[in-house]
């Protein structure tokens, strides 16, 4: 079981929050906004990071000021996955970048990423920091061009993660 801990400028990611959560209940417990986190809420095996992309490619302000804080926390031995949200059409140049920010810290602090393999088809965009070797590093929502495709996305997303998960544990 794990946590899932989000970041939101405007309020979106709340309610897809609770549609990650309801696509892997047996994975995820919990749903914590960052901003009302601290470090003991990574204390956990698994957990699922993410919000949306705000500024130029940055963090949403919440997880910006708790950023630094993950320099304390220890992720070796827990495996996360990570989600962004973004606007494509409106940030093409930036697209969902700040996705990448969090996947260098946990990386760097010793965390084994799943769910980082996720095409691109679908998606029209310039530039994202957050495609590594021609996929995303996490599940990629845009609510504002293509809301109607969330569902699928969330559900193509959970079951690899959740697959990924039980093929480590085997
Ligand atoms: C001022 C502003 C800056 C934004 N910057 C980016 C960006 O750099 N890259 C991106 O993909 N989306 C960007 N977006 C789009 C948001 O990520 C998108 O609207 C998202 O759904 C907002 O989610 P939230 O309400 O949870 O913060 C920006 C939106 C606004 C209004």
Do not use: C
């Amino acid at each position: 079981m794990g946590k899932l801990i989000y970041g939101t400028q405007t309020g979106t990611t709340d309610e897809i929050a609770e549609r990650i959560k309801k696509a892997l209940p047996e994975l995820i417990h919990e749903i914590k906004p960052i901003f009302r986190a601290g470090e003991s809420d990574f204390d956990e095996n698994f957990l699922i990071l993410g919000g949306s992309t705000w500024g130029d490619g940055e963090l949403t302000d919440d997880w910006s000021d708790f950023f630094p804080q993950l320099d304390a926390v220890d992720f070796n031995g827990k495996t996360v996955a990570l989600f962004g949200l973004g606007d494509q059409y409106g940030y093409g140049y930036n697209f969902v970048s700040a996705m990448k920010l969090l996947y260098d810290k946990v990386l760097e602090r010793g965390a084994v990423i799943v769910g980082d393999t996720v095409p691109l088809e679908g998606f029209e965009f310039d530039h994202s920091e957050s495609v590594v070797d021609d996929h995303f590093i996490g599940l990629v929502l845009d609510e504002v061009n293509q809301p109607e495709m969330t569902d699928d996305r969330i559900e193509t997303w959970a079951e690899t993660v959740r697959n990924q998960l039980l093929s480590k544990v085997s």
